[in-house]
Nanobody, 131 residues
């Protein structure tokens, strides 16, 4: 059974930091890339960290660039999202998603803007940033 389990969310004051974790199981970790998305109430789901195949780089939208960083521990099949200098507008449910590696070339921004390209989703973890 494929599982993506997020953890690490919570309530933090503006300017604070959180580190989210996404533990993957039930599939061959190296066959997939893991990205992070978020969805605020009344808004569409958006990508905040997405790896592309064209150059292997990670795309971050301007809203989080310089503040969010993705990393992974392949030995633990876990991906992290370090979030610094948090703002109230970062409040959302954060999801990790897995997308199967493909020979098709695409930039990470494509995946971030099209969450439906993901193959699997976690259940989400709430992040609330107070002002």
């Amino acid at each position: 059974e494929v599982q993506l389990v997020e953890s690490g969310g919570g309530l933090v004051q503006a300017g604070g930091s959180l580190r989210l974790s996404c533990a993957a199981s039930g599939f061959t970790f190296d066959d997939y890339v893991i990205g992070w998305f978020r969805q605020a109430p009344g808004k569409e789901r958006e990508g905040v960290s997405c790896i592309g195949s064209s150059d292997g780089s990670t795309y971050y939208p301007d809203s989080v660039k310089g503040r969010f960083t993705i990393s992974s521990d392949n030995a633990k099949n876990t991906v992290y999202l370090q979030m610094n200098s948090l703002k109230p507008e970062d409040t959302a449910v954060y999801y990790c998603a897995a997308r199967k590696r493909t020979r098709l070339l695409y930039h990470g921004s494509l995946w971030c803007r099209a969450p439906t390209l993901s193959n699997y989703w976690g259940q989400g973890t709430q992040v609330t940033v107070s002002s």
